[in-house]
């Protein structure tokens, strides 16, 4: 990758682009905000990219696309070559409170190969989490499909780490028929694995609690430490570890749900019968994914969650929120289909054992 001058990378007084870059072949590029102007080049770049099997119908529908760029807490950034002003690629970060969203950059093909993609993604998530309208973002969370290496290249690059691998969590599929606001998920298409990757902010360790509260199972323990030698912030935790056996629970949960992935989102402690409840409430989802907090009560939650055979998947820093301190969850998720398998996998040397760990439970748990 060409360099260019620093004074030349990032913006100036009265300029569109806030990054600049030059890409293999010479040519020089910039990064700006999108506009509703580029609806229709975004969405050719999708359909180019993901003929109509993308994760969202929105990306194909002009008047939402529209919509979605105009929302303040959508970031639609662009990668433009100066020379001819055409699109290059695209990609989006979604801020919901104190966490944002990174979804993956889209490259037109014919600039694919060229350096383009990594520098729209990684210099264009680094640039944007800088910018004032993120004063009071804590992380940015991205997920990553297991088959690409590269991408996951790139978002290590941008000092993500990874925290869980999920067997099927992607589901491909022409969703412009299904209607999202109904009760009913998008059945099971071609499904795909992710590795789920965080930028963890520097504010965010301060609001973090130091104390973890697991499940006294290696397991448990193992994810802790696969997390911790990523960060040296971890090192002073103080580690807790119960049995589960406490008799009952609080419910402290709320639940959401995404239509077009045929996922169920479960956060917080639930109690025996609740959870029960909830097992057969969404017994036609794909997926349900528990971030379970590492507090007292959680305890009781993971022993439960492992007892009516949820899957342990990964630990994620920061994210349980309790009057502003912030408790760390375990990542762990119960497959209708008891046959899933990895799928394709190909990921970098250091995410391995992660994969090898949730691979060799999951069959565990299925044989």
């Not at 760029?69 to 695209?90: P, R, Y």
């Not at 028929?177 to 520097?202: D, G, V």
Request: aromatic residues 14%; positive net charge.
């Amino acid at each position: 990758m060409a360099i260019i001058p620093k004074e030349r990378q990032f913006v100036h007084e009265g300029e569109i682009y806030f990054q600049r870059f030059v890409s293999k072949e010479g040519r020089e590029y910039g990064l700006r905000f999108g506009t509703v102007k580029d609806v229709q080049e975004i969405s050719s770049i999708f359909k180019e990219i993901y003929n109509y099997d993308y994760l969202t119908p929105l990306v194909y529908d002009l008047n939402q696309l529209k919509q979605s760029v105009l929302e303040k807490n959508n970031l639609w950034f662009v990668g433009e070559d100066l020379e001819n002003k055409e699109i290059a690629g695209t990609g989006l970060i979604k801020k919901k409170r104190y966490i944002a969203h990174m979804s993956k950059a889209v490259v037109k093909k014919k600039y694919q190969g060229l350096g383009v993609t990594s520098k729209i993604g990684a210099a264009g998530i680094i640039s944007v989490t800088k910018m004032p309208q993120f004063n009071e973002v804590l992380r940015l969370d991205s997920e990553v499909r297991a088959g690409q290496i590269g991408i996951q290249r790139l978002v290590e690059n941008a000092n993500a780490i990874p925290f869980a691998f999920v067997p099927a969590f992607f589901n491909y599929g022409d969703k412009r028929k299904h209607s999202a606001e109904q009760n009913t998920p998008y059945p099971a298409k071609r499904e795909e694995s992710a590795f789920l990757y965080s930028i963890i902010l520097r504010n965010l360790w301060k609001k973090r609690t130091s104390e973890i509260n697991l499940l006294d199972n290696d397991d448990f323990a193992y994810f802790h430490r696969f997390v911790r030698g990523y960060n040296r912030k971890m090192k002073n935790d103080d580690l807790i570890f119960g049995s589960g056996k406490k008799e009952k629970a609080n419910d402290s949960y709320f639940v959401s749900r995404n239509n077009y992935d045929g996922i169920v989102n479960l956060y917080g402690t639930i109690h025996e019968k609740t959870l029960k409840n909830l097992l057969k409430s969404y017994k036609k989802w794909r997926m349900i994914l528990w971030r379970i907090p590492t507090i007292q009560d959680g305890i009781h939650s993971m022993d439960l969650a492992k007892k009516k055979g949820f899957n342990l998947l990964g630990y994620d820093i920061g994210f349980h929120n309790v009057n502003w301190t912030l408790h760390d969850s375990v990542i762990m998720a119960f497959y209708r289909n008891r046959n899933v398998v990895e799928y394709k996998v190909n990921c970098l040397d250091g995410i391995k054992p992660l994969f090898n760990k949730v691979r060799d439970m999951f069959y565990s748990q299925i044989n």
